[in-house]
Each structure stands twice: as C-alpha cells, then as structure tokens.
C-alpha cells in the first residue's frame, strides 16, 4: 500500500479549505447591520436643538384665521383679575338673659377687608353697630313678651356671602332676619357694591349709561321672562309687583364678572316659604346699555 508523505496531505487540505470558502462568499448575501441611532448633538444650554419640521408641516403663512371681534361686555368683563383684597368675618353674638331665662339669641357677621379703602371698612364695621343697636333696643321688647303664653325668645342674625371680588370691585349679599317670636322669622336680602379704586358705594343707575327710565324696563322684560317659569308659585298678579317701581331690588344686587344678579326677598312677589328669590341677567341680555362705573 503506497503512503503519502504528510507535505502532499497538508497541501490538499488547505486546497479543500479555499474552495469551501469561495462557494459560501458566491451564495450568501453580504450581511447588513442595523442602524445605529445616535443621540443629537446638545447645545451649550444643555437642550437638543429641535429638528426642522418636514415640509408638509411647515405652516401656511398666507392662511388668514377670521378674528373674533367680542362684544362691548365681553371685552369689559374678559379678564377680572382677583382684587388683593383679604375678606375674613367680623362676628359677634350675644345671648340675653336674666334669672327667668333667655329671651332673645342675637348674632351678625360682617366682611373684615384687607387691602380695601378705609371707607369700605368703616362701611361694615358701622353695619356691624347698627345691628348691635338694634338687637339691644328687640332685646328689651322681647323682655317685655316673655309673659306671654306663646312668647318664645326672639332670634335675629345677620350673615354675609361675598359675591364678586375682582376686576377692582367687591360685591356682598347680606342676609337680616329677625324672628320676633310670632309663626316664623322674615328674612330681607340687601347688598353692597363697592369700586375699590376709590371706596365709592355704587348704585344700580351706575352700572347703566342710559337714564332709569330707559333701563328699568329692560331689566323688568328680562326678570318677567325669567321667573315666568315658576310664577306657579308667586302671588296672582306677581308682574304687577314686578313691575313696581317702589318695590324693585334698588339695594339688593350685585355684580359679577358674568353679570347682574337681582334679588326680592322673602314675601315680596311670593310666599316666604318659597325664600328669597334670585334672578341673574347676564351682561350680554343689557351690552347696549350697561357700563362699568
């Protein structure tokens, strides 16, 4: 048997190795790597520079966009900031009493203002006196009812809500009522407005560039409008007070960003038991003849 000499063997291997190698590169495709994402390049502030948007984003300089014209009341309500005004409450009570017992509860709370003129101050803390006053003066009355069979103790209170406290004005709804001891207690709705830029009290005529005898009418059509839905519980013929002159909320509004909002108190046009009753005209019902004072 003829050997081969370990030279010729070696040869023949690696002439077998070339072969292999170039068929493989001939049948497969050249491999591809994935792409690499980097991270974009940062400025000197430490963000990324945004990419350019692609041109189908790029915005339509000669597009027009309709502006929106508001109306006289809109654009005079659009931005109430809020007053730098604080409102805390300011509140007393007293209960009187002797050896027999009580014979009258008597509380008020009143709008202690911070950052508000001096006038608007001493405006409530001589609404808060004036109701001292006159809780001592029911305090001796109902003393004097006690020996009645059907006597109670008298009860009277007065509190407040702030309705508006901004684009420089303040506005406070105050509620009175006093029960004397009879069937049940009456409550009266009054209010304040106040420019706070000089601590002026404002009226209803000052909201109205026009005379009251243009405006009332107005205001009556939109509060007759209003409670024309529930009139099934007012007084027959509630439109003829309504429309009375001498008994119109004059005292008792306010004023908000929104608009105006009237009030009747309790047995005006209704019952009690039905309360006080709210009615709110928004700005846009009266812009052609409202104004800010």
């Known amino acids: 048997m003829k050997r081969f000499s370990s030279p010729a063997i070696a040869l023949a291997a690696l002439m077998l190795c070339l072969a292999v190698l170039g068929a493989c590169s001939q049948s497969s495709p050249p491999a591809t790597e994935d792409p690499v994402s980097y991270p974009p390049p ?51 009570s007293q209960t009187y009493a002797d050896d027999a017992g009580t014979y009258q509860f008597a509380s008020v709370s009143v709008p202690a203002l911070t950052g508000a003129p001096q006038t ?68 009266r709705t009054f209010c304040d407005n106040f420019r706070l830029s000089d601590g002026k009290l404002l009226t209803l005529d000052d909201f109205f560039k026009a005379e009251r005898a243009v405006y009332l009418p107005v205001l009556i059509d939109e509060i007759k409008t209003q409670l024309a839905a529930k009139s099934g519980d007012f007084y027959v013929g509630w439109e003829e007070y ?42 846009e019902s009266i812009e052609n003849i409202w104004t800010l004072p």
């Open 120 to 187: 608007v101050t001493d405006y409530y803390a001589t609404l808060k006196m004036n109701f001292i006053a006159r809780a001592d003066v029911l305090a001796e009355q109902a003393k004097a009812d006690r020996g009645s069979a059907s006597a109670r103790p008298y009860d009277i209170t007065q509190s407040y809500l702030v309705e508006c406290n901004s684009g420089g004005f303040i506005s406070v709804r105050h509620a009175s009522m006093e029960d004397q001891g009879g069937a049940h207690g009456e409550t």
């Open 242 to 283: 309504v429309e009375n002159e001498e008994v119109f909320p004059f005292d008792a509004f306010v004023m908000t960003p929104g608009g105006l909002s009237l009030f009747y108190s309790e047995s005006v046009i209704a019952p009690y038991v039905i309360g006080t009753i709210r009615v709110d005209i928004p700005w």
């Open 42 to 92: 940062v400025t000197p502030s430490g963000t990324a520079p945004p990419p350019p948007p692609p041109p189908s984003e790029t915005p339509d300089v000669t597009q027009t966009v309709p502006a929106i014209t508001p109306t006289p009341s809109q654009d005079a309500v659009k931005e109430w900031a809020q007053n730098d005004v604080r409102v805390t409450p300011d509140v007393w």
